[in-house]
């Protein structure tokens, strides 16, 4: 038995700084050296096990009652400053609740979402597509994540949510604060009043959108748990979406499999996709549970209230398992499994894929602008995303 408690020894992988940014399937594959699981620390000295392999991945994700969303005893031993505590301290909402507590906030969620008609969100993002390329199509050059993936997600967000201008525009200005860390705390007041006003507003004024839907669903959401619920689906629906778009444009740019047909088509979009989802998705690791008591699990001692996360970008590649035929296979984790599984698994795949096709569509010989080694990864345990993403293109006509 490997006793997961200790910080010293085994050694612990850094999941925080550059090298793991810049390189992290090189240190999964050290990982991999102690097996299924590995002790790893999410900053300094906050101590984790990540959980590599595919099996024992999908083991975890479908065992809440073993592995449930519970923070509260670690984020009294970590304490407010801690950096990670944002992205995985317990909030009244879907992805932090277990039970009958999530299943009911989950449905109001999940429900509403399938309402959206996908001919009518391929309009979105398309119409949102095409503004942001008309802002740069002129110049010859964009940094596509600034200028293109880090809005878009936001514009298409706006329609599907039934946002009137002026509390959309107050949303993108405020996740954009906190994006660019300008003023994350102007960007979260910004957010907070933005979410307020749209569930009052459609409150008054019900129309055919997904805030609509979810105050009129069967579960009966109070505003302050509409509020919250909202909250988490623009950061669900912008961070990680951003990071597919991204991910997916520099695959095929930098790709020579993909290259050379970049103007022939959706196939080699939809082909793109799947290898990005399979081995470098934008979600690269999360689904952090813990443990109420010690756990013993395939071998290891998982100490009681300390993390454990799922490695997506690991147990897709885990090595005991076949890469052959990747492409139009969905089978890989990166919307998680189990009760917390993405509810807009769908909606991210079309409005990546329409993100794509709109740009090659607009600019067919876009190209890199810098090697694409010379690209920078933002740091972070969490997610795969560049800081930017420079391109270079014939100047085109704006519509
Ligand atoms: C329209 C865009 C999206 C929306 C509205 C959305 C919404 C959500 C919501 C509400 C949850 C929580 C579900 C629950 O806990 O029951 C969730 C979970 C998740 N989503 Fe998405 N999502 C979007 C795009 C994406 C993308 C592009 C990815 C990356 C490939 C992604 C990966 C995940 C993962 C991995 C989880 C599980 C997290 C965990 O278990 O801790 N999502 N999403």
């Known amino acids: 038995m490997t006793d997961l ?7 612990r992988f850094a999941m925080y700084g550059q090298e793991f940014a810049d390189d992290p399937q090189r240190v999964y594959a050290q990982m991999r050296a102690h097996g299924d699981l590995a002790p790893v620390e999410l900053s300094p000295g906050v101590p984790a096990t990540l959980v590599l392999g595919y099996d024992a991945a999908l083991e975890i994700m479908r065992d809440p009652d073993r592995f449930p969303r519970c923070s509260e005893v670690w984020e009294q031993e970590v304490g407010p400053e801690c950096p990670v505590l944002p992205m995985m301290m317990t909030r009244p909402n ?4 277990n039970g009958a507590v999530h299943a009911r906030l989950r449905s109001a969620i999940v429900d509403s979402l399938a309402r959206v008609e996908p001919a009518l969100l391929r309009e979105y993002v398309a119409d949102g597509a095409n503004s942001l390329i008309d802002g740069f199509a002129d110049d010859g050059r964009a940094d596509l994540i600034g200028q293109y993936a880090r809005t878009l997600p936001l514009l298409v967000f706006n329609e599907m949510f039934g946002c009137p201008r002026d509390i959309g525009d107050k949303l993108v200005r405020g996740m954009s604060a906190i994006f660019d860390t300008v003023d994350a705390e102007e960007g979260n007041a910004l957010l907070g009043e933005a979410t307020l006003e749209l569930v009052a507003h459609k409150r008054q004024k019900p129309g055919a959108d997904v805030t609509s839907w979810m105050l009129r669903h069967p579960a009966g959401l109070d505003d302050v748990e509409m509020t919250h619920q909202i909250t988490l689906l623009v950061g669900a ?7 597919l778009i991204a991910n997916g444009i520099l695959l095929l740019l930098s790709d020579g499999r993909f290259g050379g047909d970049l103007s022939g088509g959706s196939l080699p979009v939809e082909d793109a996709l799947d290898e990005i989802l ?3 998705p934008p979600m690269a690791n999360y689904a952090t549970t ?3 008591q010690d756990t013993d699990f395939h071998g290891y001692r998982l100490p009681a209230h300390q993390p454990v996360l799922i490695s997506y970008a690991a147990a897709n590649t885990d090595p005991s398992r076949s890469a052959a035929n990747r492409t139009g296979n ?3 984790l990166s919307f998680s499994g189990g009760p917390h599984t993405c509810p807009a698994k769908n909606h991210a795949r079309l409005i990546a894929s329409v993100a794509m096709e709109t740009l090659l ?10 090697p694409a ?3 920078e990864w933002r740091p972070g345990p969490f997610h795969r995303a560049l800081t930017a993403l420079p391109v270079a293109f014939p100047p085109a006509a704006v519509r």
């Open 330 to 332: 969905r089978a890989h």
């Open 5 to 11: 408690s200790t910080t010293a020894e085994p050694a």
């Open 94 to 97: 879907a992805l932090f609740t």
């Open 373 to 375: 080694d010379d690209l």
């Open 361 to 370: 569509d607009r600019l067919p010989d876009l190209e890199l602008a810098v």
């Open 278 to 280: 399979w081995t470098d």
């Open 237 to 243: 629906g912008t961070e990680p979406e951003q990071n």
């Open 290 to 292: 813990f443990p109420r």
